[in-house]
């Protein structure tokens, strides 16, 4: 898997001296990671891991880990995704995480790689699912990640659960998914997601979401992440959501209404790219909203399937708009204001960006 190249301008010569000492900058920067999908976030060494113990195990195991490593293979090459092939690669991920040891060990590591890249706050996002095979149930599913992020050896980043309704659920799930959030919430889950295939049939999420924001959780719906959906962004946009995923592809009417209503998008530049849904970093839509101070963030949506950490994101974000090293340090405490936990963890959080010295 090769990390997307930071282009060396003489901008970021001027400004950090080079490309090794602007990629050092952004790691040892204190960051806010608000999108993040768990099973796309699982580093190849520990998804090689996990294949090699399945290998070593059952006939079916072993089936379920040679697609997991063919998937490994096919990243190494990869530099472009077409949206229609990168869903379904989710479920050799899946035939890996299906076991609560083995969901508690990449939810360790997830959360490791997070710290080691200098995330302070992460907001990690994941689908509850059931498997047969394991006795795993979407309540077991949620229950185990708390778990493991309560018992995750990291100290110095904080981490909260967002639960994802996937665009292939039906409303009941949908529903389910809600009232499991609600259940959970004060053991760390602090809202609920939108997510899944774009292309997948559209299907009324909207009671669900209605029910959550009554409920006092927060929601943010990957919106217009493809063309020609404006009626469901329309639609989407009437749940009145905390923050937005993407907002790539949005009419000139629902982009003013997201910028009137000043509703945080989450920016995820590397993801876009490589899915080709933005053609490259310097028309981002991120440009329009950083120049227009609209609350943007920067994530990683993947970080482990696009070979980009959230450092790097920085570093591109950097070298594509020529910012300083002052905006980036303030890019990133404003990310502050668009976390899902409470005003004291927001407090909390100044203080350490406050405190911190280059
Ligand atoms: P999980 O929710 O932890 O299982 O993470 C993987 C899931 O996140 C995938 O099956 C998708 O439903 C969702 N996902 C990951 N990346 C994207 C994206 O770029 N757009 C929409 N959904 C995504
Ligand atoms: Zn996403």
């Known amino acids: 898997m090769k990390a997307p190249t930071v282009p060396n301008t003489s901008f970021v010569d001027k400004e950090f001296g080079g490309v090794d000492q602007l990629l050092e900058y952004c790691k040892a920067l204190p960051k806010i990671e608000l999108h993040a999908h768990l099973n796309g976030s699982i580093s190849p060494e520990s998804l090689r891991q996990l294949a090699e113990k399945r290998l070593a ?18 990243l190494e090459w990869k530099d472009t995704f077409d949206l229609k092939d990168f869903f379904p690669m989710f479920k050799h991920i899946y035939a890996l995480t299906n076991n ?29 699912r059931d498997d047969a095979s394991t006795g795993l149930t979407k309540e077991l599913y949620v229950q185990t990640v708390l778990q493991a992020i309560s018992t995750s050896p990291a100290t110095k980043i904080s981490t909260r659960l967002i639960l994802t309704i996937d665009r292939r659920h039906s409303p009941e799930v949908a529903m389910q998914i809600v009232d499991l959030a609600i259940r959970f919430r004060d053991q760390g889950v602090v809202g ?12 009324d ?41 993407h907002a ?37 839509h991120i440009k329009e909203a950083l ?30 708009f020529s910012m300083t090293k002052q905006q980036l340090f303030d890019l990133s405490k404003k990310s502050i204001d668009a976390i899902f936990a409470n005003s004291e963890e927001k407090t909390r959080l100044r203080g350490v960006w406050d405190t911190w010295a280059p």
């Open 57 to 74: 195990g059952t006939v079916g195991e072993a089936e379920a880990a040679t697609g997991a490593l063919s998937v490994l293979e096919a």
């Open 100 to 128: 609560m040891a083995w969901l508690v060990f990449i939810v360790h590591g997830v959360i490791k790689d997070f710290e080691d890249d200098g995330v302070r706050y992460l907001e990690l996002r994941s689908t509850p």
């Open 192 to 203: 609920v997601d939108l997510a899944g295939d774009p292309y997948a049939a559209d299907f």
């Open 205 to 245: 999420c909207k009671h669900a979401l209605l029910k959550a924001k009554a409920a006092g959780l927060k929601v943010t719906i990957h919106l217009g992440e493809i063309e020609n959906r404006e009626a469901e962004s329309a639609s989407m946009l009437e749940v009145r959501p905390d923050r937005l995923g």
């Open 248 to 284: 790539t592809f949005l009419s000139e009417q629902l982009r003013a209404h997201v910028y009137e209503e000043r509703i945080a998008v989450e920016m995820c530049m590397t993801s876009n790219v490589l899915c080709r849904t933005v053609s490259s970093y310097e028309e981002h």
């Open 291 to 320: 120049e227009l101070d609209h609350p943007s963030i920067l994530c990683t949506d993947d970080k482990s399937i696009f070979a980009s950490p959230l450092s790097c994101e920085y570093a591109l974000a950097a070298s594509t």
